[in-house]
C-alpha cells in the first residue's frame, strides 16, 4: 500500500499543483492531505489523481472548514493513522498533535513547513512539508517505510 501524503500547499488553484505530484499522486492507492489547502479547488483537482483523505487547517477556507474534519483516523494495511494539520510553533508540535490520538502507527501532520519523519515512543511522525517544495510517500506492508521527496 501506497499513500501520497501532502500539507501546507498554500495554493488557490489545481494549476498550480506541481508536475512532480501530479505524476506520482495517480500511481498512489490513497492521497493523505494534512490541511492548509487553501482553496477547494486544489481538494478537487486531488480528487482526480486518487481517493483522498483530508483534514483542515488553519488558514484553509470556511467552506473547506464545512467539508473537512480538523482530525481523522484512518486504518491502511492493518495500521492506525492519525491525520491532523497541528499548530502553534514547530518545536513540540510532535507532542501536541499524539496528544490527539490513542494507540496510533503513524502520525500524519503538518503546520510547521519542516518535512521530518521521526520514530517517537513506537510512533511514526510523517511531515512531507509544504506542498510547493515536497510531498512524502508512505510504503505500509510488514514494516512502514516513509519518505520525503524534494520539489
Do not use: C
Not at 52 to 60: C, F, S
Not at 86 to 92: A, K, N, T, V
Not at 113 to 121: D, F, L, M, N, Y
Amino acid at each position: 500500500m501506497r499513500i501520497g501524503v501532502l500539507s501546507d500547499t498554500h495554493m488557490h488553484s489545481a494549476e498550480e499543483i506541481p508536475p512532480e505530484i501530479l505524476k506520482a499522486f495517480p500511481n498512489m492507492d490513497l492521497i493523505v492531505h494534512a490541511g492548509d489547502f487553501v482553496g477547494s479547488a486544489v481538494l478537487e483537482g486531488l480528487k482526480q489523481l486518487g481517493e483522498v483523505k483530508a483534514v483542515h487547517g488553519n488558514v484553509d477556507s470556511m467552506k473547506l472548514r464545512g467539508l473537512l474534519p480538523d482530525k481523522e483516523l484512518l486504518v491502511v494495511g492493518g495500521k492506525k493513522i492519525g491525520v491532523t494539520h497541528g499548530w502553534g510553533g514547530p518545536e513540540g508540535i510532535e507532542q501536541r498533535v499524539k496528544g490527539l490520538f490513542n494507540d496510533v502507527d503513524i502520525i500524519i501532520y503538518g503546520h510547521s513547513h519542516r518535512a521530518k519523519i521521526e520514530q517517537i515512543e513506537n510512533i511514526l511522525f510523517f511531515n512531507p512539508g509544504p506542498g510547493y517544495q515536497s510531498f512524502g510517500i508512505l510504503t505500509i506492508e510488514q514494516d512502514v517505510q516513509g519518505e520525503i521527496i524534494k520539489i
